[in-house]
């Protein structure tokens, strides 16, 4: 099995909403603020090759919106979704499974695509792969609450359903994936999935928006935007101590700085242990 970072760039999300209850003068630490409060965050994903298997976890924001949108969000950086599955060796044709952790844009926009002069049709950005999500995110997402309606965009979503391509993730513990197991988290969104990828003699973890930088290990750092905050601190001390426990490599989705990261137990609780590329352990 190999495993390849796939970067889809970088965006500007506001920091206040980025963590919560946590004041600037904390937070502003690890994730320092331009002059509008606004910081960078990586749209990074994670690529799977084993035998005749390719599997995509999470594809970036995608391209298909209107400059209005990403006149939101400040869409930057020196590669792209295509550009970093070509330096990889493969192009979009070649994935076989596209594993959705969630469908909030900034995961899942990359899949589908406009096609035409009008923008008249939209078409799989992944022609041969199965799209993984699971039954009760897509109800989710699909009759979304007026909270995230903002965050679950129809053209992103609904394509996948209407070509055919819509797999569901079984919610009884059971992966269809020989690769990785599958962790639920519900503060962020409704049956947020986390892969637990079995890598040689570790376990990477696949951190989506349950821990989003090393910034947010502490506790009471939880986002803005998860719907469930309270549940999302007790999802994310559950998890640490495991991780910690057991040494789980994290692979961080939306840290502008550092691929992975480990934690230990320190008298504070858990703390961050270290930070260093993905290759290091390839």
């Known amino acids: 099995m190999k495993l390849y970072v796939i970067d889809t760039g970088f965006f500007k999300l506001d920091g206040g909403a980025m963590f919560g209850v946590v004041p600037k003068s904390l937070w502003a630490r690890t994730n320092p603020a331009d002059e509008n409060n606004l910081c960078t965050w990586a749209m990074r994903c994670l690529l799977i090759e084993d035998g005749n298997q390719l599997i995509l976890i999470d594809n970036g924001i995608g391209n ?26 493969f192009s979009p044709k070649d994935i076989t499974d596209m594993f959705l952790t969630h469908l909030h844009f900034d995961h899942c926009g990359g899949g589908v695509d406009y096609v035409g002069n009008e923008n008249e049709k939209l078409v799989l950005h992944f022609p041969n792969a199965k799209y993984w999500s699971n039954e009760a995110h897509w109800k989710w997402a699909t009759q979304p609450n007026p909270r995230e309606k903002a965050s679950f965009l129809k053209e992103n979503i609904l394509p996948i359903q209407e070509s055919g391509h819509l797999n569901f993730v079984p919610l009884n513990g059971e992966s ?52 469930r905050p309270l549940l999302t601190l007790t999802e994310k001390e559950k998890f640490l101590n495991e991780a910690a426990d057991h040494n789980y490599v994290l692979f961080l989705e939306h840290d502008s700085q550092n691929q992975c990261c480990t934690v230990k137990h320190t008298e504070k609780g858990v703390r961050l242990d270290r930070t260093f590329p993905l290759s290091e352990i390839l």
């Not at 298909?64 to 060796?89: C, E, I, M, R, V």
């Not at 890598?199 to 986002?223: C, E, N, R, W």
């Open 64 to 89: 298909k919106q209107d400059a209005k949108f990403f006149s939101h969000y400040y869409l930057h950086g020196d590669t792209n979704l295509d550009q970093s599955l070509n330096n990889a060796g």
């Open 176 to 227: 269809p994936f020989a690769q990785f197991d599958i962790a639920l988290a519900d503060g962020h969104t409704d049956k947020q999935m986390l892969p637990k990828i079995k890598y040689k003699d570790k376990t990477i973890v696949f951190m989506a928006d349950l821990l989003p930088s090393v910034g947010h290990i502490p506790l009471p750092y939880v986002m803005g935007y998860d719907t």
